[in-house]
């Protein structure tokens, strides 16, 4: 079993940068894959960028050449820089591993204010 924690979730101004971070315990080694999905208010949680084990990358549309999601040597730390934010990048952000069944960090807030 996989366990998730988040930080740097915050209040930023439209245009400002953040940084979440996101460490995996337990049995890492079976990870396949780490990611970040979203939810906002009223919809269904989305897929933000996630990153394999074997280093590739996928982003959303929506946040391509914004947001960069990358990892420690360790591989059991993923970061997502986000830059430019929008109103619109306003969710919960959730740290996901895959290792055959899906884990979940708590959620931490992004507010982008207009």
């Known amino acids: 079993q996989v366990q998730l924690v988040e930080s740097g979730g915050g209040l930023v101004q439209t245009g400002g940068s953040l940084r979440l971070s996101c460490t995996a315990s337990?049995?890492?080694?079976?990870?396949?894959?780490m990611g970040w999905y979203r939810q906002a208010p009223g919809s269904e949680r989305e897929l933000v960028a996630r990153?394999?084990?074997?280093?590739?990358?996928t982003y959303a549309d929506s946040v391509k050449g914004r947001f960069t999601i990358s990892r420690n040597s360790a591989k059991d730390t993923v970061y997502l820089q986000m830059n430019s934010l929008k109103p619109e990048d306003t969710a919960v952000y959730y740290c996901?591993?895959?290792?055959?069944?899906?884990?979940w960090g708590q959620g931490t807030q992004v507010t982008v204010s207009s």
């Open positions: 996901n591993s895959w290792d055959g069944i899906d884990s």
């Open positions: 337990g049995n890492i080694f079976s990870i396949a894959a």
């Open positions: 990153i394999s084990h074997g280093g590739t990358t």
